[in-house]
T-cell receptor, first 113, second 114 residues
């Protein structure tokens, strides 16, 4: 089983749609969680951190379910510019080893006019 | 401007050659990382370093080597022992703790074996 698993997609949605991605992780001791966005042939960039209480940033909402070991990303009112690959990232580091980011394979989103 | 810079952007290597990818950051970050990305795949950790003169193997370190002589620099050498080196290589840096800090990435180097 992969440490961090995502549905690769692609998710093809019309503009204005609401779309949700899930990501599961295998290490119950994982410390922190992130969603990164990666455009084609570019480097990943942080979209948002994921907090236990859930957090929202504009049209984007992230949730963490530690009991079931998954995180989710909800995008409301999709824009054409949201088309990208969304990477789920889990930090399995500790105070000795420091940060140890493990990336999922990414979920590709394509928003159509 | 602070940031992380990788060079070159594109690199072609003949089989059997060693090549070195450069990664420099002026963010004053202690931690630096090298990842490899294959088409349609996520990122896999090659090596990481939490402090100068120290580094650790990641999940796919075979065929690669690194050094960390300066805080700002973390070069990656792809050796001839790496059987399938064609990939997109990404360097990242972060502060060393706490654990909820983000990683900042360079723009990547595309390595092709010809």
């Amino acid at each position: 089983r992969k440490e961090v698993e995502q549905d690769p997609g692609p998710f093809n949605v019309p503009e204005g749609a609401t779309v949700a991605f899930n990501c599961t992780y295998s290490n119950s001791a994982s410390q922190s969680f992130f969603w990164y966005r990666q455009d084609c042939r570019k480097e990943p960039k942080l979209l948002m951190s994921v907090y236990s209480s859930g957090n929202e940033d504009g049209r984007f909402t992230a949730q963490l379910n530690r009991a079931s070991q998954y995180i989710s990303l909800l995008i409301r009112d999709s824009k054409l510019s949201d088309s990208a690959t969304y990477l789920c990232v889990v930090n399995n580091g500790n105070n000795n080893a420091g940060n140890m980011l493990t990336f999922g394979g990414g979920t590709r989103l394509m928003v159509k006019p | 401007d602070g940031g992380i810079t990788q060079s070159p952007k594109y690199l072609f290597r003949k089989e059997g050659q060693n090549v070195t990818l450069s990664c420099e950051q002026n963010l004053n970050h202690d931690a630096m990382y090298w990842y490899r990305q294959d088409p349609g795949q996520g990122l896999r950790l090659i090596y990481y370093s939490q402090i100068v003169n120290d580094f650790q193997k990641g999940d796919i370190a075979e065929g690669y080597s690194v050094s960390r002589e300066k805080k700002e620099s973390f070069p990656l050498t792809v050796t001839s022992a790496q059987k399938n080196p064609t990939a997109f290589y990404l360097c990242a840096s972060s502060i060393s703790g706490p654990l909820n800090t983000e990683a900042f990435f360079g723009q990547g180097t595309r390595l092709t074996v010809v």
